[in-house]
């Protein structure tokens, strides 16, 4: 028989999401693939309910719902002090992961080069691959993640077509500075870039760092595609409704891709999250508070533990250091899975999300209740058993 496609013998299945199966396999508390075992809004799920009696229940407009996108409008406007036109400017996706890969196709050809800052989320690499360009690498340096212009402008160099950033940044929490934007946005003007902008977690910003949307800095709205999601910002990851916002000419594009891939998203779950989309400020302020709750209750068991770790100005991520705690020559991929097999807690391996050589990091999320969280620290305080 022929052989199959060359394009995705470059990367293998998403490592997070296996990191979940063997969590459920061994029964671990799965703190790899970031989710919350807590309920989303009941407003929400309340609509949802009336819905499946109501309806719709049959194919979407192809962009997304009309009061789905005129609510979206209404929530961009509110929080980006920004206008989209429902109509021209964006559509509803399959998450956020659909809006960006839908992205990548519409702005590069084949052999472009897209740059990305590392560590980095896992899916950025294999879209890039898929849609046949380059990815280039750029390092985001801990503790504090900064990243040196120099370098950054030596990617520029190379002519990408686009930079993709995901701010509030996975893994590493990092929130980008006005002024790091400000020095990027230059940049993407400069050299004539496109900026790809993933900001599903917008609204999960620690006290004392601010999130600003790259569109709203001078001469990028023409140039930026914003990518975000309900997924975070509602707890509903299985929903899987995502956008993509973009001046129209590239939303036409981005329109194409999205049509013939999937005909549309949920009519169902649109509807009933327009709820979501219109909730008042008091929710985003108790989600922030709740966000807040929950990253100290982790980042202090953490901290009482002895276990090394980032903390993260946004995002629901810690980045651990788990050298002390790692046999001689052990990878971090087999940490993982004795972490889970053994101790009963599900992380990812670093390396699946550092261009560099990068072995012995792990990531955890905390978007977890109370009891969850506890029971979580409870068994990585067994860690040192692990070295043995
Ligand atoms: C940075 C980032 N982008 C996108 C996604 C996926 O979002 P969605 O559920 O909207 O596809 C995730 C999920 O973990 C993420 O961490």
Known sequence: MQELSRRNEHFTDSVIRRMTRISIDCGAINLAQGFPDFDPPEAMTRRLEEVSKTGPHQYP????????????????????????????????TIGSTEAMVDTIFALTDPGDKIVMFSPYFENYRAQTIMAGCEPVFVPLTPPAFGFDPEVLEDAFRQHPKAILICNPSNPSGKVFTYEELKLISELCIRYDVYAIMDEVYEHIVYEGHKHTYMSTLPGMRERTVCCSSLSKTYSITGWRLGYALAPQNIMDRIKQYHDFNTVGAPSPLMEAAVVGLDMPMCYYEEFGAHYAHMKALFTDGMRELGIPFTDPQGTYFVLADISPFMKKGQSDVDFCVELAQKLGVGAVPGSSFFAEDVDHIIRLHFAKRDETLNAALERLSHLKELAH
């Open 61 to 92: 407009i192809t962009m997304g719902a009309p009061n789905f996108r005129q609510a979206l409008s209404r929530k961009c406007e509110r929080f980006m002090g920004l206008r989209y036109d429902p109509e021209t400017e964006m559509v509803v």
